[in-house]
């Protein structure tokens, strides 16, 4: 097997990347502040749910949407207010 040689600019580099994506991310998530209006897919990662679930919860009447042109729009507040609603407390 044929062996790379690595060299401390190559590791500098990946150092410089891996900082500049995690700052990325960071900034992203520290600020607090979320878009008004999120996309399905959106909703989904951020509940970690199917694409059918997110179906029914809308269909039921759980989760209200803006519906523009092909693409389901859902008010971050709104989402929020579901989940707390659906919050089970286990502390007794």
């Given at each position: 097997?044929?062996?790379e ?20 991310l960071?900034r ?24 059918g ?40």
């Open positions: 097997m044929p062996k040689i690595i060299t401390t600019d190559d590791l500098m580099n990946f150092k410089l990347e891996l900082f500049e994506e995690l700052k990325k960071l992203e998530h520290s600020t607090g502040i979320h878009k008004r209006y999120l996309k399905s897919s959106e909703v989904r990662k951020l509940l970690d749910i199917s694409w679930t997110l179906q029914n919860i809308r269909i039921n009447g759980n989760l209200p949407y803006t519906k523009i042109g092909g693409t389901v729009f859902y008010d971050w507040e709104d989402v929020q207010r579901v989940m707390e609603k659906y919050k089970i407390d286990n502390i007794d």
